[in-house]
């Protein structure tokens, strides 16, 4: 289990948006300028990433596991969402 770079948290969900693209909880993550301005960079950089490399008919995922965005077709998002039901999931 991973620990927030800047609380030392454990029982928290964790990103890679710290500086340097350390793990850091939501929380520290925007909790001063500074960090605010490097979580926002390493997103920005993540779905930069996501997006440059997607296929005709993908959209991007965001909250999927715990490395950020994520670029999936329609028919993977039940089984990436943690199995919707079949009714709240247009792409049934």
Known sequence: MKDCYMCGAHDRELRPYGVNRQWVCFACAFSTPEAEAAAKAAFD???ATVVAGMKPG?????GVGDEGPKALYPAQLKDALGGLDDNSSPYN
């Open 58 to 62: 993908q959209v991007v995922v965001l």
């Open 45 to 47: 950089g993540q779905m």
